[in-house]
């Protein structure tokens, strides 16, 4: 299993470009990395997925080293809206079995100031 | 994206009844479906992976009688929190995940979660 490590809480003001670094030491070979933003009395929802080097999308950015043991999820320019708890999940995703070895952490909780 | 739809989004109820809770995917189809508990300030827990036309797959520790689950279609997965108690009071989610998706990485879609009280 995967485990991973990730600040409890982080604070920033609008604006900003927020990092959020996950450490995942013990990544298997087969293993997507991916993150997860949840607001409060709602399911979690998608942000990014990667496999290495860098992903970015339309809300966020994925910087992954070649050693693949840590991640940082880059959101730029934050606003309030962004205030929400953030998670980082490793496993090999494709395989729905293992979606039970999935282990969720309390996540980043990111609170955005104006 | 893919919708996945709970309902209902709150239920209060009294000690000592049952409590169902709906999981659709709205436009795709799931043949798995999973259920996680998330208690105040605390993160996802998974309860169980529920197949459809099979038996769910139950994690150590969740009782199998007390929180039944059906998944009786490709877009319906349903959990039944049998003889309520203040102590199941807590945020339900299911996920689910599109079965003819073709991207490798096994996106997971999530409900809008169900928040159960019971008095």
């Known amino acids: 299993l995967a485990k991973t490590t990730q600040p409890i809480s982080m604070d920033s003001y609008e604006g900003q470009e927020v990092n959020i670094t996950c450490s995942h030491n013990n990544i298997a070979t087969n293993d997507y990395i991916t993150w997860y933003q949840q607001f409060p009395s709602q399911g979690p929802r998608f942000i990014i997925q990667g496999y290495k080097t860098k992903v970015t999308n339309e809300v966020a950015s994925l910087f992954i080293p070649a050693d693949r043991k840590s991640s940082t999820l880059s959101l730029p320019r934050v606003s309030l809206s962004d205030t929400a708890v953030y998670y980082c999940l490793v496993g090999d995703m494709a395989n729905a079995g293992n979606n039970r070895k999935l282990i969720w952490g309390l996540g980043t909780s990111l609170a955005v100031n104006p | 994206g893919a919708v996945v739809s709970q309902h209902p989004s709150w239920v209060i109820c009294k000690s000592g009844t049952s409590v169902k809770i709906e999981c659709r995917s709205l436009?795709?189809?799931?043949?798995?479906m999973f259920w996680y508990r998330q208690f105040p300030k605390q993160s996802l827990m998974l309860m169980a992976t529920s197949n459809e036309g099979s038996k769910a797959t139950y994690e150590q520790g969740v009782e199998k009688d007390k929180f039944l689950i059906n998944h009786a279609s490709l877009t319906l997965s349903t959990l039944t929190v049998t003889s309520a108690h203040p102590e199941d009071s807590s945020f339900y989610i299911c996920?689910?995940?599109?079965?003819?998706?073709?991207?490798?990485?096994?996106?997971?879609?999530f409900g809008e979660g169900s928040r159960l009280t019971v008095l």
């Open positions: 436009d795709f189809q799931a043949t798995t």
């Open positions: 996920s689910a995940r599109d079965r003819t998706s073709g991207r490798v990485t096994g996106e997971l879609f």
